[in-house]
T-cell receptor, first 109, second 115 residues
Framework: GQNIDQPTEMTATEGAIVQINCTYQTSGFNGLFWYQQHAGEAPTFLSYNVLDGLEEKGRFSSFLSRSKGYSYLLLKELQMKDSASYLCAVMDSNYQLIWGAGTKLIIKP | SAVISQKPSRDICQRGTSLTIQCQVDSQVTMMFWYRQQPGQSLTLIATANQGSEATYESGFVIDKFPISRPNLTFSTLTVSNMSPEDSSIYLC????????????FGPGTRLLVL
């Protein structure tokens, strides 16, 4: 079966760095996505990785290792507004998105 | 990305009634999706709606319960029929965009409460 694993909840301190991991087992691979979702709002697109390596976009970076079925989202200089759920999703061979359950990130002052 | 709007943004409905949710996009898109997200859970795909063809439903979702229309490349509707409290959820439409039609962008969602 297809499976996406990410931690349920993480806590970090304002100004610090946090890494949210995602491991996957899917039927084929056509890219991995990270979305941010604030409570009560729709998911917003953060990043897309299809090749191995690190993609940096401001305070957020996303890493992919296809051989390991592994990705992480790195958030630097954490701000209170970064408190949200972070969803990992993988596009399988049928171009369907397989969604993880999301990681709730709590930022403390 | 696209500007996606949904109507209504929220509603409270009585069991046994039906609600039609509209999704409007500011540009033409081939693929649109309808998702459900129940409180504290991740997204569940209901169906894929492509213009000019019947919607494709995921396991556990049927056309009689969730009829979908896709009359053109900028608009779609999802109807939640014969509602029960278990249908209380956020309903989201999304569209695919990007250089390789790979990235999904979401509408703001419709928050439905069924009493």
């Amino acid at each position: 079966g297809q499976n996406i694993d990410q931690p349920t909840e993480m806590t970090a301190t304002e100004g610090a760095i946090v890494q949210i991991n995602c491991t996957y087992q899917t039927s084929g691979f056509n890219g991995l996505f990270w979305y941010q979702q604030h409570a009560g709002e729709a998911p917003t697109f953060l990043s897309y990785n299809v090749l191995d390596g690190l993609e940096e976009k401001g305070r957020f970076s996303s890493f992919l290792s296809r051989s390991k079925g592994y990705s992480y989202l790195l958030l630097k200089e954490l701000q209170m507004k970064d408190s949200a759920s972070y969803l990992c999703a993988v596009m399988d061979s049928n171009y369907q998105l397989i969604w993880g359950a999301g990681t709730k990130l709590i930022i403390k002052p | 990305s696209a500007v996606i709007s949904q109507k209504p943004s929220r509603d409270i409905c009585q069991r046994g009634t039906s609600l039609t949710i509209q999704c409007q996009v500011d540009s033409q898109v081939t693929m649109m999706f309808w998702y459900r997200q129940q409180p504290g859970q991740s997204l569940t795909l209901i169906a894929t709606a492509n213009q000019g063809s019947e919607a494709t439903y995921e396991s556990g979702f049927v056309i009689d319960k969730f009829p979908i229309s896709r009359p053109n490349l900028t608009f779609s509707t999802l109807t939640v029929s014969n509602m029960s409290p278990e249908d209380s959820s956020i309903y989201l439409c999304s569209v695919v965009m990007g250089d390789y039609q790979e990235t999904q962008y979401f509408g703001p969602g419709t928050r439905l409460l069924v009493l």
